[in-house]
Nanobody, 124 residues
Framework: EVQLVESGGGLVQPGGSLRVSCVGS????????MGWFRQTPGKEREGVAT????????AYTNSVKGRFTISQDNAKNTLYLQMNSLKPEDTAMYYC?????????????????WGQGTRVTVSS
């Protein structure tokens, strides 16, 4: 059974940093595309960052470029999202996702497995 479990969300002040993690089981990270998505109430889920397990290539949505970094540890089957210089508009539920479509795109339909999400709140 494939499972993705996120953790590390919480409350952080504007300008602060947070790292969220996603541990996978039932499949190998090294043969998948992985991504982080986020969603706020009343809005569509949006792709934040993706990583290509084959070549390590990464991509980010414009609003987080230079502030967020996606990475993965294949030995631990763990995906990370390091978030720096956080803004109130980054407040959302963050989801990790795994898929088999290369190259990875921030498109929901490309991903087969999803975690339950971890909430990030940026507020003073």
């Amino acid at each position: 059974e494939v499972q993705l479990v996120e953790s590390g969300g919480g409350l952080v002040q504007p300008g602060g940093s947070l790292r969220v993690s996603c541990v996978g089981s039932g499949f190998s990270f090294s043969s998948n595309c992985m991504g982080w998505f986020r969603q706020t109430p009343g809005k569509e889920r949006e792709g934040v960052a993706t990583i290509n397990s084959n070549n390590g290539g990464t991509a980010y949505t414009n609003s987080v470029k230079g502030r967020f970094t996606i990475s993965q540890d294949n030995a631990k089957n763990t995906l990370y999202l390091q978030m720096n210089s956080l803004k109130p508009e980054d407040t959302a539920m963050y989801y990790c996702a795994a898929g088999f479509t290369f190259p990875p795109r921030p498109v929901i339909a490309d991903y087969n497995y999803w975690g339950q999400g971890t909430r990030v709140t940026v507020s003073s």
